[in-house]
C-alpha cells in the first residue's frame, strides 16, 4: 500500500510540481516507508520551491540550511519535524549559529535520522563514594546541617515516618565556587554508604532537539535503577536557567523535563536524594524551588579560619616541609576558597622544585615559598561576593538569601575589606 501511494503521489506531483502539500505527503510517506534519504531528498525541493537556499548534508549527519529570519528558520524545523527528519520529543528547538548575525541570517543545524535518536549513556556512578565527612576540611555547620538533613532521614526512617516525614527528596548546595559543594555531595554518600551518580552539565546538554531531555531522563532512570542512591547534579543554572530570564523557548524545555523529573519525589524517587550545586541561585528557575523539589537549601559559604587550617594540613600531609606555621597562614587568608589555599600551595610547591633543580638538592617546603606564593594568589570568592551583595540588597524581598546576608556581615568579610 505504501509502495502504491507512493507511486500516486509521485505521478501527482509530475502534473503539479507546485503543489507543496503534495511534496510534503511524498515526504512523509517515504519517511514511513524506512527511505530517508529520499526523504530528505523531497524536503529539499520543499525549501527550493519556498526560494531558499538548498540544504547542505554535513558528513557528521546534520542537515544545515542558511535562512534570513526567525520565521524561516522556525518553518524549516516545523516542516523537518513533520517530515520526520528530525527525531525529537519536544517542540521546536535548534541551535542557532549568530556567526552569520552580519549578513543577517540564521544557521539552523538539526540532527538527521540515526545522529540524535540515542541518548547519552551517563555512567558515572560510584557504588561506593569512598569518602566521608573527615575528608572534608571544616564546614561543621554545613555538616550538621546535612546529616539532620539529609543523612538522619536516611539512616532512620522509622523515626522520621513517626512523625510523619519521609527520606529522601532534593538539596541545593548554594555558595561561592571552589569551596567543596560537590566534595560534600560525594561525602554525603559516603556518610550514608549510598551509590553515587554524579551527573555532569557536559553528560546532559546536547545541541540537538529532545537529546538534553533524554540524557536527563536516562540519568534518572539509571539512579532510580541504583536506588536507594544520591545524584548530584552540578551547575544546576546551567541545566535549569530561569525561564523569565530566558530570551527564546529553545532551552525551556529541559527545565520542563528537570521538573517532571523532580516531582516524582515521594515516589519512585522514594529512596532517591537529588542533590544539586549551582554558584549562581538567582539564575535557577523559581519552580525548581518550590516545596517537593529543591525546597531544601544550603549555604556552602567560604572556609573559616579553623577550616582554612585543617585544608591546608590535607594539601601538606604528603610534602616535605619544615617550620610551616599553618594557623599564621590560615589567618592570612581571609575568603580563600578550598580551590584558592590548592592553588597556594602548588605555587609554592613550584618554586620548592625551582629551587631543587637549581641547587640540584632537594629542600623542604617552608613558609617562605608559602608567603610567596600567598602574595601572588587573589581570592576568586570576592567577585562572587560582590555579586551576591546586589542580589542580597536589592531581591531578597522573600528573605531567600539571609544567610549570605548574615555571611556578608561576618568578621571575616570586614577583615578583607580593611
Known amino acids: 500500500m505504501t509502495v502504491d501511494r507512493i507511486s500516486a503521489l509521485r505521478k501527482a506531483l509530475e502534473l503539479s510540481p507546485d503543489n507543496h502539500v503534495l511534496r510534503l505527503l511524498l515526504a512523509e510517506a517515504l519517511r514511513d516507508s524506512g527511505q530517508t534519504e529520499k526523504a530528505i531528498a523531497e524536503y529539499e525541493s520543499l525549501l527550493m520551491a519556498n526560494q531558499l537556499p538548498p540544504a547542505e548534508m554535513i558528513p557528521a549527519g546534520e542537515l544545515a540550511l542558511v535562512v534570513n529570519n526567525t520565521a524561516l528558520a522556525a518553518r524549516f ?68 546541617t546535612i546529616h539532620r538533613l539529609i543523612i538522619l532521614p536516611l539512616m532512620r526512617p522509622d523515626l522520621y515516618q513517626r512523625y510523619g516525614k519521609k527520606p529522601g527528596g532534593g538539596v541545593l548546595l548554594y555558595g561561592p565556587p571552589g569551596c567543596g559543594k560537590t566534595l560534600l555531595a560525594r561525602a554525603t554518600a559516603g556518610e550514608c554508604q ?149 592553588a597556594l600551595v602548588e605555587q609554592a610547591v613550584d618554586l620548592i622544585i625551582d629551587e631543587a633543580l637549581s641547587n640540584q638538592t632537594e629542600p623542604p617546603l617552608t613558609m617562605r615559598q608559602l608567603d610567596i606564593a600567598q602574595m601572588r594568589v587573589r581570592p576568586t570568592t570576592l567577585d562572587w561576593l560582590e555579586r551576591a551583595r546586589n542580589y542580597v540588597e536589592f531581591a531578597n524581598r522573600d528573605d531567600r538569601y539571609t544567610e549570605i546576608a548574615a555571611f556578608l556581615q561576618s568578621r571575616e568579610v570586614r577583615q578583607r575589606k580593611r
Not at 77 to 106: H, N, S, Y
Not at 201 to 214: A, H, N, Q
Open 77 to 144: 524545523l516545523d516542516a523537518a519535524l513533520r517530515a520526520g527528519i528530525v527525531a525529537g520529543t519536544a517542540a521546536l528547538q535548534t541551535k542557532l549559529d549568530a556567526c552569520m548575525a552580519a549578513q543577517g541570517a540564521i544557521r539552523v543545524i538539526l540532527p538527521t535520522r540515526g545522529t540524535a535518536d540515542a541518548p547519552r549513556n551517563v555512567d558515572h556512578l560510584e557504588k561506593q563514594a569512598g569518602i566521608s565527612f573527615v575528608s572534608v576540611g571544616g564546614l561543621d555547620e554545613v555538616k550538621k
Open 194 to 342: 549510598l551509590p553515587f551518580l554524579n551527573v555532569r552539565i557536559e553528560d546532559i546538554l546536547d545541541p540537538y532537539m529532545g537529546v538534553s531531555e533524554r540524557n536527563l531522563h536516562e540519568a534518572f532512570a539509571q539512579a532510580r535503577a541504583n536506588a536507594p542512591c544520591v545524584v548530584f547534579i552540578d551547575e544546576l543554572d546551567a541545566m535549569a536557567y530561569a525561564r523569565r530570564k530566558q530570551g527564546s523557548s529553545a532551552a525551556r524545555t529541559l527545565v520542563d523535563q528537570m521538573l517532571q523529573e523532580l516531582d516524582a519525589i515521594g515516589a519512585e524517587n522514594r529512596s532517591l536524594l537529588v542533590m544539586a550545586a549551582t554558584n549562581a541561585p538567582w539564575d535557577v528557575d523559581d519552580t525548581l524551588l518550590r516545596p517537593g523539589r529543591f525546597d531544601r537549601r544550603i549555604f556552602v559559604p567560604p572556609p573559616d579560619e579553623t577550616a582554612r587550617t585543617q585544608i591546608l594540613k590535607l594539601l601538606l600531609f604528603q610534602i616535605p616541609s619544615a617550620g610551616l606555621d599553618l594557623r599564621r597562614l590560615a589567618q592570612s587568608t581571609p575568603l580563600f576558597s578550598g580551590a584558592d589555599l590548592r
